[in-house]
């Protein structure tokens, strides 16, 4: 029987780890709180009034590869060979609210080479969490895990008091199983202890996070007076950068839809105002009216749009790497594994190669004893049929 491994989180970082751990051989369940997979990476759909769906890449807009990067670079040319990701070749720079206008305008090859996922950012963490052993449990929050020593596996329960399974190993991909932010939201302890660990030196109790505010806009017509298809956007307190949604491949074209990011400065003064309760829908439209006055302020040509949502990231932008060389933690006596974005760097590519790191932890831990039991099993087996063959032949 395969060894079971819990992943908790669907992110791109717990993807990629179940998808190799799968693929030698190792039965993974995936646990994810939300309804479908991608965390950052996740697609938001949204409907107008007139029954139109819109969708848009509210988080991670792209991501790039380092030519050096050998290990991520294969890995994402199978995702483009399947269709899940493809090059957005496209005209970036960032906008000077000091000069009004435009500067530092490139082309796409003048950087590293940005893809995206196809149809949406989430398509390849929907791809992997598919791939042959892999269950995915969707709606489902772990609320306490238990390692126990007799049984040398992990007991896992849900957030509700359901048991959820006994597991060989455990990688945890959402960082608020084993920070304190789990009980400011939920009032119960984080499911994952790390502090029982303090022979691995992991004492982490907080990972800082910078906030930000999204805002989804959706136009008729084309917002020709941009000339560029993604920018940052200097000397402003409000806005940090933009890009044009639907210029991206395998997008729906029936309208110019937008997506803007605030800077951490504006979204930790709103914070500080509202609290870090879920915000309420007039909150969320008075941000998305100032996020959108100040689209309008770079006195471009920008008509009102038919659509416009804001959203709130409120710990998903890490400020620091918790592990960097070594890309995951890991607690190899009870085969835990952290990894994620804020192990390596905050940004897709950081989440990758925690996975990846992730992973060849999780292989080394439980495959190389299959190994050998399997070995074993041959060993035992070639004698059986030797001992059977020489049975007969007395008779």
């Keep these: ?68 990067n050998s290990e991520l670079q294969s890995l994402v040319n199978a995702w483009e060979s399947r269709g899940l990701v493809a090059q957005w070749n496209a005209k970036f720079g960032s ?9 530092s305008v490139y082309e796409d090859q003048e950087v590293s080479t940005r893809y995206v996922g196809v149809p949406g950012m989430n ?14 449990r969707f709606g489902h929050t772990i609320g306490r895990s238990d390692w126990l020593m007799d049984q040398n596996a ?33 009032g119960k302890q984080p499911p994952i202890d790390l502090s029982s660990d303090s022979g691995d030196g992991f004492q982490i109790k907080e990972i800082p996070a910078s906030p930000r505010f999204a805002l989804m806009l959706a136009f008729s017509e084309s ?45 930790e003064l709103i914070i500080s105002q509202a609290g870090l309760q879920k915000p309420s829908p007039a909150l969320l439209t008075k941000v998305a009216e100032e996020l959108f006055q100040e689209f309008q302020r770079t006195g471009i040509d920008i008509p009102q749009p038919f659509f416009k949502k804001a959203h709130r990231w409120g710990s998903a932008f890490p400020a620091v790497s918790i592990a960097r060389e070594e890309k995951c933690l890991w607690v190899e006596k009870r085969r835990l594994a952290i990894c994620g974005d804020f192990c390596v760097m905050p940004n897709v590519e950081g989440a990758i190669s925690s996975g990846i790191a992730a992973a060849a932890k999780g292989n080394g831990a439980l495959c190389f004893p299959l190994l050998i039991a399997l070995q074993a099993w041959k060993f035992v087996m ?5 001992y059977g063959a020489f049975t007969i032949q007395d008779l």
């Design 1 to 68: 029987m395969a060894s079971k491994v819990a992943v908790i989180g669907s992110g791109i970082s717990g993807a990629v780890c179940a998808s190799i751990l799968a693929k030698n051989g190792i039965s993974v369940t995936i646990f994810e709180s939300a309804r479908g997979p991608g965390g950052r990476m996740s697609q938001r759909r949204e409907h107008c009034e007139d029954g139109r769906e819109l969708s848009f890449d509210h988080g991670a807009p792209y991501f790039t590869l380092n030519a050096a």
């Design 95 to 103: 906008f000077d609210y000091s000069s009004r206008s435009f500067v």
């Design 123 to 136: 398509s390849v963490c929907k791809a992997l969490c598919q791939d042959p052993g892999i269950e995915t």
């Design 154 to 186: 992990w007991s896992l329960t849900s957030i509700d008091g359901q048991d959820v399974g006994h597991f060989m190993g455990v990688v945890a991909t959402d960082k608020n199983t084993f920070l304190s932010r789990f009980t400011d939201v939920t």
């Design 223 to 267: 917002l020709s007076s941009i000339p560029i298809k993604g920018f940052s956007f200097k000397n402003s307190e409000i806005l940090s950068w933009a890009h044009c949604d639907s210029s991206k491949p395998g997008r729906s074209t029936t309208s110019e839809r937008w997506v803007l990011h605030s800077t951490a400065k504006y979204a």
């Design 382 to 386: 070639s004698q059986c049929i030797i």
